[in-house]
């Protein structure tokens, strides 16, 4: 099975800070990544698949970027209703496991 | 629009069975791998299974006592469960599987199942 270990856990932040989330992966999934923002009560909503790729009406503050076994997610300038928990996904092969989650907390 | 209602939550007493169901509804079902995640209380997501028209996959940690299947004529995917235990108590959540990149792209907004005695 691949392992995703995210980092950090958890992290405190102001509104207008850049954020960055690492997700890696126990051996290579090409693009295979995705991420997801998921806020209390809710169901996940998916951000970014393929690695970098915007899905439909997200924000662009928001980005993706890396291949192979490391990957980032980004928030340019933290909004107020960003504060979640963001977890990473592979969609390589089965079985398809997340990341154990980073929540994203107000400073 | 694409709608996806999962149903049949409840409390089960360990060792007992319980069927779960997802409407799905604004795309074309047949298409698309099925998921099915949970999540814990307080905890990450945990994929369970997929099916699409001849396959299934599951998690090592149901297979064998979770069986997961479709009805295509009726847009529905259901996930039975056996021989539940304590561990099993999640939301559970139905998810669609995009075409290609295989990332889940619709999710249902969950269902509880809580196993206790």
């Known amino acids: 099975d691949i392992q995703m270990t995210q980092s950090p856990s958890s992290l405190s932040a102001s509104v207008g800070d850049r954020v960055t989330i690492t997700c890696r992966a126990s051996q290579s999934i090409s693009s295979f990544l995705n991420w997801y923002q998921q806020k209390p009560g809710k169901a996940p909503k998916l951000l970014i698949y393929?690695?970098?790729s915007f899905q439909s009406g997200v924000p662009s503050r928001f980005s993706g970027r890396g291949s192979g076994t490391d990957f980032t997610l980004t928030i340019s300038s933290l909004q107020p209703e960003d504060f979640a928990t963001y977890y990473c996904q592979q969609s390589y092969s089965s079985p398809r496991t997340f990341g154990q989650g980073t929540k994203v907390e107000i400073k | 629009e694409v709608q996806l209602v999962e149903s049949g939550g409840g409390l089960v007493q360990p060792g007992g069975s319980l069927r779960l169901s997802c409407a799905a509804s604004g795309f074309s079902f047949s298409d698309h791998y099925m998921d099915w995640v949970r999540q814990a209380p307080g905890k990450g997501l945990e994929w369970v299974g997929r099916?699409?028209?001849?396959?299934?996959e599951y998690a090592a940690s149901v297979k064998g006592r979770f069986t997961i299947s479709r009805d295509d004529s009726k847009n529905s995917l259901y996930l039975r469960m056996n021989s539940l235990k304590t561990e099993d108590t999640a939301v559970y959540y139905c998810a669609r599987s995009s075409t290609g990149w295989y990332y889940f792209d619709y999710w249902g907004q969950g269902t509880l199942v809580t196993v206790s005695s």
């Open positions: 099916a699409h028209s001849y396959t299934t």
């Open positions: 393929a690695a970098s």
